[in-house]
């Protein structure tokens, strides 16, 4: 794939729109506009798709693009500023949960998921971001060994390793020694994305690409895999504490 970066000029610079261009190799017919959870704005196109008519395809789709834009720098202000007080609400497997502040007694755990809410200990006087990152570490550390049995056996992949990351960027990943790697970020979104990045991994063990012959792959477990795919790509942003 060739990757090019233009910018979709304004009339005021300030609202200058920079955006990537991926020139696919396979069969792609269309253009599709995708805002990456980093504010990336990124075209996916037909290799031999006119300079012109991606700009022009930008320009038309500029209101959209220009108010997911602002979704994400708004929900990026709201995480960055949270206080881990009573009503705050935290992402787990797709649903919100709120934030109550306890007093437990001594030798109750820092952290808690009770009756759909998280229970935080006041006496606790440490990292509070870092804490919830290690309560979604253990919950993803479980639940994606066990999302990985499940469709291993499905996809006749014999016993692999796998490993829990802190990646920001990236759902997932496969080495060429056969290693795949999992963000705990995947964990506060809903279960079928779980599934999905699970799957999409599984089948690069046996595909190291994403020719059309991987997505059969990931297609014959999951039909709906475009689906689960857009869903991560518009909601991605929102996983992150």
């Avoid at 009770?114 to 550390?141: H, P, S, T």
């Avoid at 970020?185 to 999905?196: E, F, K």
Wanted: glycine fraction near 4%.
């Amino acid at each position: 794939m060739n990757n090019e970066h233009f910018i979709a000029a304004s009339e005021h610079p300030d609202e200058d729109l920079r955006y990537d261009v991926v020139r696919s190799r396979y069969r792609r017919r269309t253009i599709a506009i995708c805002i990456e959870r980093d504010g990336r704005v990124v075209v996916r196109a037909p290799a031999k798709t006119a300079r012109d008519t991606l700009h022009q395809f930008v320009q038309e789709k500029r209101p959209w693009i220009k108010k997911k834009l602002f979704q994400i720098r708004q929900e990026q202000t709201q995480a960055h500023s949270r206080a881990f007080v009573s009503g705050e609400t935290f992402f787990y497997l797709g649903d919100r949960y709120p934030l109550k502040v306890t007093h437990s007694p001594n030798g109750a755990p820092p952290l808690a998921f009770i009756g759909g809410e998280f229970q935080l200990n006041e006496c606790f006087k440490g990292d509070r971001e870092a804490l919830f990152v290690a309560w979604y570490k253990k919950q993803a550390e479980t639940l994606i060994r066990q999302r990985i049995d499940r469709y291993r056996e499905v996809m006749e992949i014999p016993s692999i390793q796998a490993r829990i990351t802190s990646a920001k960027y990236q759902w997932g990943g496969c080495s060429s020694r056969d290693r795949i790697t999992f963000s705990w970020r995947i964990v506060l979104a809903p279960l079928p994305m779980v599934d999905y990045v699970v799957v999409h991994e599984l089948a690069h063990l046996s595909e190291r690409n994403h020719s059309s012959n991987f997505w059969k792959i990931v297609e014959t477990i999951l039909p709906d895999y475009r689906v689960r795919r857009q869903w991560l790509k518009e909601h991605g942003y929102l996983l992150d504490v």
